[in-house]
């Protein structure tokens, strides 16, 4: 059974900073690619930011360059640092990873959410 554990959401001002952080628990043979979706109600989860197991890097357009996603293997850990904050990046934040739960059989797993909201 895999876990992903996910913290530090909130609310906070418009320009402000939060960081979340999303832990994997449980038994599996690797991480590959993680990742934070984010989804408002009604709408579709939408890609905010991923990063390979490797450190490559992307982003949604509506982020790059206020937010910042990185990783601690040893820990199973996915961080994503989220700076200068608008209210439209109100939403629920989740983490998703790709785990191989052995050498060749792999899939994805989803956090539970973290609400992060941004008063102007």
């Known amino acids: 059974q895999v876990q992903l554990v996910e913290s530090g959401g909130g609310l906070v001002q418009a320009g402000g900073s939060l960081r979340l952080s999303c832990a994997a628990s449980?038994?599996?043979?690797?991480?590959?690619?993680m990742g934070w979706y984010r989804q408002a109600p009604g709408k579709q989860r939408e890609l905010v930011a991923g990063i390979s197991s490797g450190g490559s890097t992307n982003y949604a357009d509506s982020v790059k360059g206020r937010f910042t996603i990185s990783r601690e293997n040893a820990k199973n850990t996915v961080y994503l640092q989220m700076n200068s904050l608008k209210p439209e990046d109100t939403d629920v934040y989740y983490c998703n990873a790709h785990v191989m739960t052995t050498w060749f059989t792999g899939r994805d797993y989803w956090g539970q959410g973290t609400q992060v909201t941004v008063s102007s």
């Open positions: 449980g038994t599996f043979f690797s991480i590959n690619d």
